[in-house]
C-alpha cells in the first residue's frame, strides 16, 4: 500500500526544501529506543533510520517564500520530546513526530502524533502516515505523511513539501530507504548443493533474504531473467530451499514453493539440486560532479561556499566555475527570480557572487588567476556581498 504525494503545492510555493540540521539541538540525550527506527516491511527487507533519530537533537529545516519563513520539525525516532526543552521545540507538542512554526501568525501546530506511526511499503518507496495532530479543517486533526526514496545521501534530502487538506505531505531521499537490486542466478555445476549464502559469496555478493517468490508467476519472472535457467517443468513442492532445480539426467523440474517462514539464504540441498539465489547487486557510486548552483545569500552572505554547501549536508565542487559570461547566464538561468540588476567579469578571485545591498544587484562572475579557477571553494566575502555556490546534490531554497 502507499499513498501517493499530493498535488497541491504548499501554499502555492515551488521551491525546493532546504535541510539545515542541528539548527534547534538540545543538549541532553534521551534515553534510545532503537525499535522505534527500525521497521521491516511486507518485501522482509528491514529498514533503519537511525540516522533521523539524532541523539536529543529537533531536526528541522525551512520553507522560504513570499517574504516569509516556515519551520518544520520532526524526530522520527524519538519524538519532539526528546529534546527536554521547551525552548527547543518552539513549543510544539511533545508527543509529536514533526511540527510546523508557521511563519506568519508564529503558531505552531502538531502534524501527528509519533505513537500513531504506520509503515507502508511500495514498489520503488516507503512511507510513514502519523494522525491525530493539532486540529485543521473542520476541526479534523493534521496528518502527516513522510515518503523515503532511495538515495545516495546518508542524511535526508528534503525534495519537497505539500500541503493538502489537513495533511502535509514531506518527500525526502536517503540511503536507508534503499532496497538492495538482486540478480537472480542457478548454483550449478560445481555450485550445486550450494547454500545461496555460499554461492553469492563466489560471485563477490551477498544473499538477500526476502525476495523468494511468493507465486508460479513471480517465479517464472525469475527463471526468464535467468539466461539458459534450465527449467522444463514446475511444480510448487516443499522444501524449505526452494527455489531449485534437479539437475540429474537433465530433468529440468523446477521447485518454487517454500515451508520456511525463517530465512533461506544458509540451505544447502542435495548435490543433484541447484539453488536459485537472489544475489545482491552493489548500489552504483554517488556521481562525484552533479552540481546544484545556489546563492549563499540572507543570513549567509559574506560565506564561503564551503561552509554554506557543508551546512546543507553536502560539499563544494572545486572546478565547476563558470569559465565564459555565457556559461555564467546558463547558471542564472537555472536559479529563480531576478538575481542581477547587471553583470561585470570582476576580478575578485571569489567570483563568482552577488551585491546584495539592495534588491538585485551587480553580478561579477570572472576570477583574477589560474589558481582561482580550481581553488574558491573556501574563500569568504564581504557581508554585503553573496557567493553563487557549486553544491553538490541536490536542490535548496534559495536564500537572498
Known sequence: QHLGTPTT???????????????????????????????????????????????????????????????????????????????????????AAACLRDGVTGHTFSLGRLSTAEWFESEDSISVHYSGGSSALESQPRRAVITFTCGINTEPVISEVRESAGTTSIAMSLSAACKPSVQWAVAEGAAAGSSCDAFCESQGSSCVEGRWPTSLSEFERIVGSIQDAGCSSYQAGTYASNPQRVTSSGSGLCYWSSSSTNGRCTLEVANY????????????????????????????????????????????????????????????????????????????????????????????????????????????????????????????????
Open 9 to 95: 503545492n504548499m501554499l502555492g510555493c515551488t521551491a525546493i526544501v532546504a535541510l539545515a540540521h542541528g539548527i534547534l539541538g538540545a543538549s541532553i540525550t534521551p534515553d534510545r529506543n532503537p525499535a522505534r527506527c527500525t521497521w521491516t516491511g511486507p518485501s522482509g527487507h528491514t529498514y533503519d533510520f537511525t540516522s533521523l533519530g539524532v541523539k536529543g537533537n529537533v531536526t528541522a529545516y525551512q520553507l522560504h517564500e513570499a517574504g516569509h519563513t516556515s519551520t518544520y520539525l520532526y524526530n522520527f525516532c524519538e519524538g519532539i520530546s526528546s529534546t527536554h526543552d521547551e525552548s527547543m521545540s518552539l513549543g510544539c507538542d511533545t508527543t
Open 273 to 400: 539440486h541447484a539453488r536459485f539465489c537472489p544475489c545482491a547487486v552493489p548500489p552504483p557510486p554517488p556521481p562525484s560532479r552533479r552540481v546544484v548552483w545556489t546563492v549563499a545569500g540572507g543570513s549567509h552572505s559574506g560565506s564561503s561556499c564551503t561552509s554554506f554547501c557543508k551546512e546543507r549536508r553536502t560539499k563544494c565542487v572545486e572546478g565547476s566555475w563558470p569559465t565564459s559570461l555565457q556559461e555564467f547566464k546558463k547558471i542564472l538561468s537555472r536559479l529563480p527570480g531576478k538575481l542581477c540588476s547587471a553583470i561585470e567579469a570582476g576580478t575578485y578571485t571569489s567570483n563568482p557572487q552577488r551585491v546584495t545591498a539592495t534588491g538585485p544587484g551587480l553580478c561579477y562572475w570572472s576570477a583574477n588567476s589560474d589558481v582561482a579557477l580550481k581553488q574558491r571553494c573556501d574563500l569568504d566575502v564581504a557581508s554585503h556581498h553573496a557567493r553563487i555556490c557549486p553544491c553538490q546534490g541536490h536542490s535548496f531554497t534559495l536564500q537572498v
